[in-house]
């Protein structure tokens, strides 16, 4: 444990505090822009207890991962920080979206139920597209307490700002322990600060807007394409089919089709396939 006996004294009663209080957590895809999820930390304005960073095998968004680790840990000592490694460089296919939908849906879990974070917010500014799409519906079919977008209207600058020290950040790629990362951070840390703190007039924090699905109805939308009894409304049976869960059947009625299978094999919690 790092710092004097004063410094591990005050980490021990924060840590004490947290465990007394609301624990919040944050899940976030990182990608080329680890700013995009520090300075959601930093800016929301409520004390956050636990992070999830998803992450894939890409040397350089793994560099990233380890430098906001460092930054964060040594800004925010009581924070518990977990990356989810994923097992492929990019979420550039239909298996790749799916998998990370798996992990992600798996992150939210444990953070509910094994480390009972009372709120589970979920930032989309890091990473793809598709990664952002599936986080924002996951966030309302597994009742997130919100969804966020980080937004820099000076990006132009932070940008810069990244690519001016991007080769001191990718040396992050080839530590070995977080202790290392933790001295390769102070090396700069004035300038690593400005770049994963920017001031908070710098940039907005926008709730996306979202709608929970009630649990009752996804139950029953399950339930009836696993055949468990239930019959399906026909209206209900017809958007299934447009959104390529379901596959009408010569003769009448539908059945569930393979993406519909690994879909709804995610939302009951059942891994997809590791590959």
């Not at 444990?1 to 899940?27: D, H, N």
């Not at 009894?229 to 089709?257: N, Y």
Request: proline fraction near 6%.
């Amino acid at each position: 444990m790092r710092g004097g006996p004063l410094v591990i004294f005050k980490r021990i009663e924060v840590e004490r505090l947290m465990q007394s209080i609301m624990k919040t957590a944050v899940i976030a895809p990182v990608g080329m822009s680890p700013p995009a999820v520090s300075s959601f930390i930093d800016g929301i304005g409520e004390p956050i207890s636990d992070v999830v960073l998803l992450v894939t095998r890409d040397r350089d968004v793994l560099a990233g991962t380890r430098f906001l680790d460092a930054g964060l840990s040594l800004r925010y000592p009581w924070l518990r920080i977990h990356p989810v490694i994923l097992p492929f460089d990019d979420v550039a296919t239909q298996d790749d979206t799916l998998r990370f939908m798996s992990e992600a849906t798996r992150a939210f879990r444990e953070e509910r139920d094994t480390h009972q974070c009372d709120t589970i917010y979920l930032n989309i500014t890091g990473g793809r597209k598709n990664m952002s799409v599936v986080l924002t519906l996951l966030g309302q079919i597994l009742g997130a307490d919100g969804v966020f977008s980080v937004v820099n209207p000076d990006i132009r600058y932070m940008n810069e700002l990244l690519e001016r020290y991007r080769g001191e950040i990718n040396r992050f790629a080839d530590i070995e322990s977080r202790e290392e990362g933790f001295a390769l951070y102070e090396e700069h840390r004035e300038e690593f600060d400005r770049i994963l703190f920017p001031p908070r007039t710098g940039y907005e924090i926008i709730r996306i807007p979202t709608l929970p699905f009630p649990a009752d109805h996804i139950g029953y939308l399950i339930r009836a394409c696993l055949g468990s009894g239930e019959r399906l409304a026909p209206q209900d049976e017809a958007l299934l089919i447009r959104h390529g869960v379901l596959e009408k059947k010569t003769g009448g009625g539908s059945v569930l089709t393979p993406y519909g299978e690994k879909f709804l094999s995610i939302l009951l919690g059942r891994q997809t396939d590791r590959g």
